[in-house]
């Protein structure tokens, strides 16, 4: 495990609790904590807040994870210099290179809304392999189930032209000795006993999994004590209605969330939205749909609302409460009162995703624990994530992934506009847009 570094990620959003540094430091010595996770608010590492600077002094001399989207120069060896050591944002081959030149170790992502393997690929080379590795960040059981984990990312790095040894090195041995874990990473005496056998280098399929020596069948699992869930009825979100979705002002000119597809970076656009009758309508010609962000701890009851343009929606609504990092409530939609549906259905089914038409919920997935993860087999998460999908398009989306591409649009650490509990965020000057 990694101590979460960023709760909440930046002062510009409400979230169900606070980890100062002092709330670390006892869990440091944990003999299941190996450092410091993805320390995201680099705008606070740069800016030197106060906050920042307790967690990673604390953390001096022990493994940071670093989280620093298109941060280069000087300001990436500000970061760099802050004893941060691994990175899992970049998206290009010279932002890639640039940070492994630097002495960061680069993990290279393909989640399910953020693909960076194909940009760079071709760092993976004998050469740079003892300081890559392969990262799965926010890959969700559906695309696991349809295309793989880190085989698929092996096979497709190889099918792209990598060397097998440096994809493999950087699939095990190099991800083990990046965050300290010395016990592991290659077969050989001493060392723990995780090892796949698999068809072939290119195919990646296993035939047998052993985890610590243990063989990874169904016996396995039947033998795993259980633990009883936590963070139960964590969605304590006032009941919303149509109202509570429309968007004031006098401006014209309004800031609209630009989504590109393959990236949780997002444009900074701006349209010429109207007010009719005191409220910026969706546009659904122009792709100009509706997102909102509601304060689900019962902390404030903030709500907030903007623009989004890149999902496609025609009509509907969906919601979620996987919305990085302070899981509030984020809804999009065209059609208010299904926003508001899905918005209340949530706080029904302690959390999950919904998405809703024409006043009827047409497919959820009620994710209990913290709002964030199911109590059903894998199976069953699979099987409902394909129903949400399929629901989904039946609304006009054509992103592959629109659940997580939610949850994105709300972390105010990656560039260049998101939106929050407590506005819309320029992630670039690092406030809340008026």
């Not at 592991?184 to 005496?189: D, F, M, S, V």
């Not at 169904?218 to 429309?246: K, L, N, T, W």
């Not at 309004?254 to 597809?261: A, D, E, K, L």
């Not at 039946?394 to 992103?399: A, D, K």
Request: hydrophobic residues 45%; contains cysteine.
């Amino acid at each position: 495990m990694q101590l979460s570094s960023c709760v909440p990620s930046t002062a510009m959003e409400t979230t169900g609790a606070r980890l100062e540094a002092a709330d670390l430091v006892p869990l440091m010595d944990h003999p299941r904590v190996i450092g410091l996770a993805e320390f995201m608010n680099y705008p606070g590492v740069l800016m030197r807040d106060p906050a920042a600077m307790a967690k990673l002094q604390a953390f001096q001399g022990r493994h940071i994870d670093g989280h620093a989207p298109l941060l280069r120069g000087n300001d990436l060896n500000g970061y760099i210099a802050a004893g941060i050591r691994t990175e899992h944002e970049a998206t290009t081959y010279e932002e890639g290179l640039e940070k492994l030149r630097k002495g960061m170790r680069v993990l290279i992502r393909e989640g399910s809304v953020s693909k960076d393997l194909h940009s760079l690929a071709k760092l993976l080379t004998e050469r740079f392999a003892p300081y890559l590795c392969l990262c799965t960040d926010d890959r969700n059981p559906l695309d696991i189930a349809e295309h793989g984990h880190l085989d698929h990312m092996i096979r497709t790095a190889i099918a792209l032209g990598a060397p097998p040894l440096a994809v493999y090195r950087a699939a095990s041995l190099s991800g083990a000795e990046a965050f300290g874990l010395r016990d592991r990473g290659l077969i050989a005496p001493g060392r723990r006993a995780d090892i796949a056998v698999i068809d072939s280098l290119e195919g990646c399929h296993a035939a047998l999994v052993l985890a610590g020596g243990v063989i990874a069948d169904a016996a396995a699992f039947a033998r795993r004590a259980e633990v009883a869930p936590v963070a139960r009825r964590s969605v304590r979100a006032p009941r919303v209605a149509e109202m509570d979705f429309r968007t004031g002002g006098n401006r014209r000119e309004t800031p609209v969330i630009g989504i590109i597809p393959g990236k949780i970076i997002t444009d900074h656009l701006t349209f010429d939205i109207p007010p009719v009758d005191g409220d910026k309508r969706p546009d659904i010609a122009r792709d100009l749909v509706k997102i909102a962000v509601i304060e689900r701890h019962g902390v404030n009851g903030n709500r907030a609302t903007s623009f989004v343009r890149g999902f496609g929606l025609r009509r509907g609504a969906i919601a979620s409460t996987v919305c990085h990092d302070h899981h509030n409530i984020a809804v999009v939609g065209a059609d208010y009162a299904d926003m508001a549906l899905a918005a209340n259905r949530l706080g029904e089914i302690e959390g999950g995703f919904v998405v809703v038409a024409d006043g009827e919920v047409l497919a959820e997935l009620a994710l209990p624990v913290a709002g964030l993860m199911s109590l059903q087999p894998f199976e069953t998460v699979r099987d409902d994530l394909v129903t949400l999908r399929r629901a989904a398009r039946s609304l006009g989306v054509t992103l592959e992934e629109p659940f997580l591409q939610l949850a994105f649009l709300a972390l105010p650490v990656i560039p260049h506009l998101k939106i929050t509990d407590h506005g819309m965020v320029d992630v670039d000057r690092f406030e809340i847009i008026p």
